[in-house]
């Protein structure tokens, strides 16, 4: 990916400007776009919903995680975390589905919306090198993921509250992981840029991805 080159910054501070960047962002939009469910109480229906996403959601982390691996990462800090990372998505995906069957529903026949699929499986499978890989996801993907799961809590059933306790400490490693590689790794202006690139596309896929469960849900709410 050519992408046109800025003045080089301090890889922290570069770091922190995005993350600061993203954050702004995500203050200026509308609670449908800002958040799954909209800030409102979840029907039933909603929730089941919602943890079929997100099960489905930590078995794609798993599947294009792997790729990243196969497709040769040679950074040993990379190469140790995202390791780990792969477990961490495996175990959230096996408390997900577990928590998913004790609900009531299962994924089998389940579909996700191509927004998804073009967001998960095709965008965070995609990326030159590693540090575009961990860009798009550890930042953009893994703040998002952290942002959801703090205003799902509160409207979420017990079960499903104590599964998503487990999981975010994972997530602030994931989110800790993102932050290391990109202060190691994007000292360059061209780096700083496909960095810069990859977690504004990786948002911008982000939000189509919340307008498709958004569509989703309300097909459920007219139905019911």
Known sequence: MTVPSAPIEEPGAFYQGLVAALRERRAELEPGERSFGADRPLTRAEVLEWVKFQAWYELQAVRFIGAWLAAGTDEDDALQGLTRQIGDEARHYRLFNRNLEGLGGTLQGWRPEPEWVAWVCEFYASGDDTLERVAAHNITGELG???????????????????????????????????????????????QARVRARVWRAFELEQAGRAAYERRVSALRDVA
């Not at 799902?152 to 017990?158: D, Q, S, Y």
């Open 145 to 191: 993921a952290f942002q959801a799961f703090e205003s799902m809590m509160p409207r979420v059933p017990a079960s499903t509250r104590r599964v998503i306790e487990k999981v975010m400490p994972d997530e602030k490693f994931h989110i800790a992981l993102g932050r290391s590689i990109v202060r190691r790794h994007a000292t360059t202006a061209d780096a």
